[in-house]
Each structure stands twice: as structure tokens, then as C-alpha cells.
């Protein structure tokens, strides 16, 4: 009788996206880029060959297409299989931790497969760093009907400095600036004021940028904060800012990073607080279990449940924000 127990902590430790990656014979399919590998999305089947991104050393995907997928092994074959996040635990069990299948690290019989990251060193990349960007973009549009779409107040739109661009690189999409703890300038994200278009991302970051390295909002925190309160994207940060909440961070996605844990932990300090306001689904509730184990012992952490309300934190009503933290 096969064994139904799976230890997620323990998957996700002995098992890597580059396992994984070869499982689904996908290695000669992606190209090298910097810390990363990319592609086509084989969850979605896109054809654009930039819209999915594997980080090997933090052991993550992403995909910027349609699916919008992203997440540790568990996700992918979650979203790869069809399946539920136990039920592709045990697929993983099954593959890699049973019958005498290698542990992470050693060689298999798909080593060949491996050759088009042959030269990815991550200990070569050293500390992520963002630097400073040399322009600022001054003609961005507020009064875009984005805005007033996804109740975003015209004064939240000019504290964040958001605005619809009509040029360059970010040309009809919203631009959002982004700056490192430190107040500096270091990239804008782009988003789409509606649906994408067929194989486009619904944000779009630039090439090189280290999202890893960023808590979105952090720059703006008071010394001495007592509360943080973590979510996963920009909007939920607009709206519990205007709903009486300046001290909401976002993670720019649904895992917490090494640097940003560091980051959050040093603004905090010993005695700090952070809340974990992720989304309602799969990757929101993995992502409050890897952050509560992540977290505590550094501050006091408090996982909130947003489910009987909600899917995610922007959805919710002032009061309610104000009931769950």
C-alpha cells in the first residue's frame, strides 16, 4: 500500500526546479539569461520564448504570459499535472525520494539535457543589487480611466508617482516606479490598463532587474515601524494605503526571497510585527507557510485568512482590513 504521508518542507528541500525541469525533458528547451533560464511557458503552451523564467539558485519559476503562474516545485507540477498541492507533493515523492531516485545534486541519466546551463554559477552572481536608474520618466498620464476602474484615488496615483505612458519602452501600459529601501529610483514595472494581449505578461518588469532584491513601499516606511503588513502585488499596497494602511509592503509576487526577508527583518527590528495578507489560493497559502516558518523567531509574524471575504487583500473593504488586522 503506497504511502500517502508527504512532508512538503522536505520535497522542497531535496527536490529542485532543475530536477524537475528534466523530469518534463524541458532543459534543452531553455536558454541561459543571466541568474536565470528562459523560455516558452510549458504550463499555458505559449510560443514567446522570454515569458517563463526559472531562477535555479532560488529554485522558482515564473511565467509573464497568460497562465501567470509562478512558484516553487510543488507549483509547477501542480499547474503542469492539473493536480491539487498534495497531490503533486506525492508525484514529487514518487519521481525523485523513492525506488532509489537521486537526491538534488547528483547526476542522472538526463545529465545530457543539462548542457545549455553547463556555465550557471550562483555563487558567481553575489549579492543582488538593483542600481539607481539615470532618468525618470515626467510625462506620465494620471487621469487614465485604469485608475477610477480599480478605485485607485487620484491622490494615491500622485503619492506612488503612477501614470499611463505613451512612449518608449513602457508605451501603453501603466508605469508604476519602483525604488530600493533607500528612496533610490531603480526600475518602473509595466502594467497592462486591461487584458494583455495573446502570449503578453500582465506586468511587465525590465530585463536585468532584480525583483528579489526590492519590498515594494519599504522606501516610504517610518523609522521605527511596529507593523508591516506583507502582500503579494502593487494594488493591494494602493488600496490598504487608502484604506488607512501606509505600512502595507509588497512582495511583487507570491514568494518571500532571501534579500527581502533580510530587509523586512532589519527594518523591524527585534520587537516588529509583520502580518501576512497573501492571496486566497494555492501560491498565497504556500507562500504564508514559507514566510511564517521564514519569519518567526526574527519578529512576531500573524498569518491572516482572507478566504471567508475575499481572494485578494485589494477586494476587501476598509472595514474588514481593519477587523483582520
Not at 499547474?79 to 506525492?90: I, P, Q, T, Y
Not at 491572516?304 to 483582520?324: G, R
Request: hydrophobic share 40%; glycine share 8%.
Amino acid at each position: 500500500m503506497a504511502d500517502n504521508w508527504v512532508d512538503f518542507k522536505d520535497i522542497k528541500a531535496k527536490v529542485t526546479m532543475e530536477m524537475v525541469l528534466g523530469h518534463y525533458g524541458l532543459l534543452d528547451k531553455l536558454k541561459k539569461s543571466g541568474r536565470s533560464l528562459v523560455g516558452a511557458c510549458p504550463i499555458h503552451k505559449g510560443t514567446n520564448t522570454r515569458q517563463f523564467s526559472v531562477n535555479l539558485e532560488k529554485n522558482v519559476f515564473i511565467c509573464f504570459g497568460n497562465c501567470q503562474s509562478g512558484g516553487n516545485v510543488l507549483n509547477f507540477v501542480e499547474k503542469m499535472e492539473k493536480v491539487s498541492l498534495r497531490e503533486a507533493a506525492l508525484l514529487l515523492k514518487k519521481w525523485f525520494l523513492e525506488s532509489g531516485a537521486p537526491a538534488a545534486g547528483t547526476k542522472t541519466r538526463s545529465e545530457p539535457e543539462k548542457t545549455v546551463i553547463s556555465d550557471y554559477k550562483a555563487s558567481d552572481q553575489g549579492k543582488l543589487v538593483n542600481p539607481p536608474l539615470k532618468f525618470e520618466l515626467k510625462t506620465l498620464n494620471p487621469d487614465h480611466p485604469f485608475f477610477a476602474e480599480r478605485g485607485i484615488l487620484p491622490e494615491t496615483v500622485k503619492y506612488f508617482g503612477l501614470g499611463f505612458c505613451s512612449k518608449g519602452l513602457l508605451k501603453g501600459l501603466i508605469a508604476i516606479p519602483i525604488h530600493n529601501q533607500a528612496g533610490q529610483l531603480v526600475a518602473y514595472a509595466g502594467r497592462w490598463p486591461g487584458d494583455p494581449p495573446a502570449e503578453e505578461p500582465k506586468y511587465k518588469l525590465p530585463p536585468g532587474f532584480a525583483k528579489a532584491a526590492v519590498v515594494y513601499n519599504l522606501n516610504r516606511q517610518k523609522k521605527g515601524e511596529e507593523v508591516f503588513i506583507l502582500v503579494e502585488s502593487f494594488l493591494s499596497v494602493f488600496i490598504l494605503h487608502q484604506a488607512g494602511f501606509p505600512n502595507a509592503l509588497a512582495l511583487m509576487g507570491s514568494s518571500l526571497s532571501e534579500e527581502q526577508e533580510a530587509l523586512i527583518v532589519a527594518a523591524l527590528g527585534p520587537g516588529g510585527k509583520a502580518a501576512l495578507l497573501f492571496d486566497a489560493d494555492d501560491s498565497g497559502r504556500l507562500c504564508t507557510q514559507e514566510s511564517l516558518s521564514r519569519l518567526s523567531g526574527k519578529v512576531f509574524v500573524k498569518a491572516i485568512d482572507i478566504s471567508p471575504f475575499a481572494k485578494k487583500p485589494h477586494q476587501l473593504t476598509p472595514e474588514q482590513i481593519k477587523a483582520l488586522i
